[in-house]
Structures are given as structure tokens and as C-alpha cells.
């Protein structure tokens, strides 16, 4: 990818599209049947604990569609059951909406989505 970079062939959006047309054909040749189907994804939260800085972060792995949608599953049904009915309306980051992560990552878990702690 670099080599076609540095020749020019993706500058710009019109080069990108012609350099993919002639490179679909043989894409098929790079898929391996026994490649794992996974992706991996990270949590990483920072900052003061009892007045030292803190780094914890989560990991974890798995199929795309279900490592992204279970956090985004987990947020609607507790918007349903009311869990954030307290806060103004708006639109708020998840940092904001969630004090403690704990029971959210709990619920994820439950779910099925598997995650390792590290500190």
C-alpha cells in the first residue's frame, strides 16, 4: 500500500477508485478460510485515584458487528428502562453519561463480550 502511495495512485479520490477497480479482481487471493474473523478494541480511562495518576484500560476481542453494537445495545435498553431520565436533554459523551463504568462493563460482559483489565 505504501509502493502505490508513494507512486501517486491514491492522491487523490478519482486515482483511489481506479486504482481499486484494478485491484478487486485479484483481492480474493489475500482471504485465507482459516484467518480469525476478529477485531479488537480498547477502553482506556485516565486520571486521579486517591491523588496519583491512574492509568486502567480494558481490551477485547471480537467480530466487529458484535464488539461495536453490545455497547450501543446496552446504552438503548437502559435509556428504555429510564437509567439516564435524571439528566437535562441533550446530547452528552458517554464519559458524562456513565460515572461509574463498572456496571456498564458488567452488563457488556454479561453479553457476551469478553474483556481483560489491565492496570
Not at 33 to 48: C, F
Amino acid at each position: 500500500v505504501r509502493f502505490l502511495a508513494n507512486l501517486g495512485l491514491t492522491k487523490t479520490h478519482r486515482r483511489r477508485k481506479i486504482l481499486f477497480a484494478a485491484i478487486k479482481p485479484i483481492l480474493p487471493l489475500f482471504q485465507s478460510e482459516k484467518a480469525p474473523d476478529k477485531s479488537v478494541g480498547r477502553i482506556e480511562v485516565w486520571g486521579k485515584h486517591e491523588g496519583k495518576e491512574k492509568l486502567v484500560y480494558y481490551t477485547y476481542v471480537g467480530h466487529i458487528a458484535f464488539i461495536t453494537s453490545a455497547p450501543c445495545l446496552q446504552a438503548a435498553v437502559w435509556l428504555h428502562k429510564g437509567k439516564f431520565n435524571k439528566l437535562p436533554g441533550g446530547v452528552y459523551a458517554p464519559e458524562r453519561l456513565i460515572e461509574d463504568p463498572e456496571p456498564f462493563l458488567s452488563e457488556l460482559m454479561k453479553r457476551g463480550v469478553v474483556m481483560d483489565y489491565h492496570e
